[in-house]
């Protein structure tokens, strides 16, 4: 399953051992639009129930950024409420993808990672990174907030971490501040060591029970039943902030800079 290259594509693949991988990309730092979402929520729904698939990996294109959040043209691109809730939703569809997949999933993230990339990274359920892949939620710099990711990057590294991001929404904060705050697992120096951190977990996983790895991550992801409608709730709180003037004021200076 992918979507066009000139306007980003997820691509997926099921190795002989049953390793899943699922590649996203984009030509903008790996952004985000609605389209590239959809396709990504239904490319882990779909890889994760096939039964030749024992673990997945999630990725995405390049050497440079892991995912640069939400697309700025297509924020400003939203006109109504529906549209608005509906382009949210999709970041919802996928941290509920992620989530819901019987499967674990290893997150790879091998640059810097913004706003909806932070919390993709948060909802894979292990995550290895190299020492580029800083962190930021940029949100309340264009005067939204990351409502709908919120949750996600809570669960992982506490609601003091998370709301340190959110706050000090134009700061970076390094690979190793997301290593110690719990979500990275492990920080490499390049992405060759990350690859091959990953190839050995993934083949010892896809070697292991599938049942106790399914009832491992229900154990982990508990708590979390009622995320279908809250992320949805937090989409339509994000798709009505970005219609206001102060938001498109400050996403015009941020794409002006």
Known sequence: MDAPHDDGFVLNEITESGI????????????LPGHILQTLADTIT???????????VLQSQGSKAFCAGASFDELMS???????????????????????????????????AVGGGVGLASATDYCLATTMADVKLSELAVGIGPFVVGPAVERKIGLS??????????????????????????????EQHLDAAIQTLSTKLAQSNPEAMSELKKIFWQGTENWDDLLLQRAAISGRLVLSEFTRNAISAFKAK
């Open 78 to 112: 939203i006109q109504d409420l529906d549209s608005g809730l509906e382009f949210f939703s999709g970041f919802a569809k996928v941290i509920n993808a992620c989530r819901k997949a019987p499967k674990l999933i290893i997150g790879r993230v091998q640059g810097r």
């Open 161 to 190: 971490a998370m709301s340190e991001l959110a706050i000090n929404a134009s700061e970076w904060r390094s690979a190793q501040w997301a290593k110690e705050k719990g979500l990275y697992t492990e920080i490499f120096e390049d």
């Open 20 to 31: 899943g991988i699922i590649t996203f990309g984009h030509p903008m730092s790996n952004a």
């Open 46 to 56: 779909e890889i994760a129930a096939d039964e030749r698939t024992k673990v997945l």
